[in-house]
């Protein structure tokens, strides 16, 4: 069955730090993926996609991924955090027109 | 754009009672919506899909005579949990999509609602 991990459960890091959250998926075909952030009391946003093509994919406030299949991975990247930055994290991938969603990481941002 | 509401964002009940939740797109058609049900800590479940028109399809597990989906229209979704007990709260989230053809329809996510059964 399609599934999706994330190890971490929650992360600490500085204001300005770089930051990389990590996803793996298991897929035998090629997956789409994808990464969402959820802040309190609001709903899921989507920040970026994967489908095919570059696997350096750009996403809104200053977020990237990488796709690498021989890992198994769709790692969430930032080279400096911002405080408003903390929230939820939800790594997916989509399978028969159904997203399934990783158990999320929450990020924390120290001053 | 690409809004979507969902009302009330939290709601307390009494054991047994029943809560209707709602799921609006506000500024698109939405030929599908989704229902989620978000456990603390633990990641999103797909409870049903819901097509306007139609009768839900509902995941494995999830009792459709509990949670009553209705899409009556294009804007709106209902979610209603009948009878509700304690092991039914939890945070319930739609999400909205739009059919404008291409290989993937994005959805769009309601903030949530938070149901808590006393």
């Known amino acids: 069955a399609q599934s999706v991990t994330q190890p971490d459960i929650h992360i600490t890091v500085s204001e300005g730090a770089s930051l990389e959250l990590r996803c793996n998926y298991s897929y035998g075909a090629t997956p789409y993926l994808f990464w969402y952030v959820q802040s309190p009391g609001q709903g899921l946003q989507l920040l970026l996609k994967y489908f095919s093509g570059d696997t350096l994919v750009q996403g809104i406030k200053g977020f990237e991924a990488e796709f690498k299949r021989s890992q198994s991975s769709f790692n969430l990247r930032k080279p400096s955090v911002h405080w408003s930055d903390a929230a939820e994290y939800f790594c997916?991938?989509?399978?028969?027109?159904?997203?399934?969603f990783g158990t999320g990481t929450r990020l924390l941002v120290s001053p | 754009g690409a809004v979507v509401s969902q009302h009330p964002s939290w709601v307390i009940c009494k054991s047994g009672t029943s809560v209707k939740i709602e799921c609006r797109s506000l500024d698109f058609q939405a030929t599908t919506m989704f229902w989620y049900r978000q456990f603390p800590k633990q990641s999103l479940m797909l409870m049903a899909t819901s097509n306007e028109g139609s009768k839900a399809t509902y995941e494995q597990g999830v009792e459709k005579d509990k949670f009553l989906i209705n899409h009556a229209s294009l804007t709106l979704s209902t979610l209603t949990v009948t009878s509700a007990h304690p092991e039914d709260s939890s945070f319930y989230i739609c999400?909205?999509?739009?059919?404008?053809?291409?290989?993937?329809?994005?959805?769009?996510f309601g903030p949530g609602t938070r149901l808590t059964v006393l």
């Open positions: 999400s909205a999509q739009n059919q404008d053809g291409g290989l993937y329809n994005e959805q769009f």
């Open positions: 997916a991938s989509l399978g028969f027109q159904k997203l399934v």
